[in-house]
């Protein structure tokens, strides 16, 4: 349980920092943080499958 939460948190720092690159971006006219705005949470939701993923044995 405790794995899944750490996970979670990880993934929603990603969200987080996607968020503030695409404001900055857009802010100052930064390219490379505009697009880093949208591939970090992109990144974060192709990490999610292995913490969302159950053993099932």
Known sequence: MK???KGCLILLA???A???CIC???EYDIH???VLGFLLPAQS???YNP???KDKN
């Open 18 to 20: 996607g968020i503030v």
């Open 14 to 16: 990603f969200l987080a």
């Open 51 to 53: 913490f969302k993923g």
């Open 24 to 26: 900055i971006g857009l």
């Open 3 to 5: 794995e899944e939460n």
């Open 45 to 47: 939701g192709s990490i």
């Open 32 to 34: 490379i943080l505009y």
